[in-house]
Nanobody, 122 residues
Framework: VQLAESGGGVVQPGESLRLSCAAT????????MGWYRQTPGKERELVAT???????NYINSVKGRFTISRDNAKNTMYLQMNSLKPEDTAVYYC?????????????????WGQGTQVTVSS
C-alpha cells in the first residue's frame, strides 16, 4: 500500500484547508485510516481516525474544527480543517492500518505517507 498526501499549504489564522490522502496498491485490506501531525522536536501525535465503517475519533483540540472522511470507492481519505490556528502548524501524515487474515492468524501492518506541510501564520 502506498499513501500520498496533498493539500497542505500556508494560510492565515481562521482560514481553511482540505488535505487528501490517496491510497494505491492492495487497498482492499485497509481498515482504519488516520491523520497524524508532527512539529520539530515533538513526537508525532494523532489528530483523527476513521474506520472502514466510518466511525470517527478526534483529539480534543480539533473537535468542532476538523472533519475526517473517506471514500472507500476512491481509496481516498480527507481532512477538512476549518478555523485553523497557529498551533495547528505541523507536517501532517496519512496513516493506514492494513489487516490481513489467513487461516492461521490475523496480522496488522502500518503504512505512512510522506507528509504534507501545513503552516498557519499571519
Amino acid at each position: 500500500v502506498q499513501l500520498a498526501e496533498s493539500g497542505g499549504g500556508v494560510v492565515q489564522p481562521g482560514e481553511s484547508l482540505r488535505l487528501s490522502c490517496a491510497a494505491t496498491g492492495r487497498t482492499s485490506n485497509i481498515d482504519t485510516m488516520g491523520w497524524y501531525r508532527q512539529t520539530p522536536g515533538k513526537e508525532r501525535e494523532l489528530v483523527a481516525t476513521i474506520t472502514r465503517n466510518f466511525r470517527t475519533n478526534y483529539i480534543n483540540s480539533v473537535k468542532g474544527r476538523f472533519t475526517i472522511s473517506r471514500d472507500n470507492a476512491k481509496n481516498t481519505m480527507y481532512l477538512q480543517m476549518n478555523s485553523l490556528k497557529p498551533e495547528d502548524t505541523a507536517v501532517y501524515y496519512c496513516h493506514a492500518e492494513v489487516i490481513v487474515h489467513t487461516i492461521e492468524s490475523t496480522s496488522s501492518f502500518d503504512y505512512w505517507g510522506q507528509g504534507t506541510q501545513v503552516t498557519v501564520s499571519s
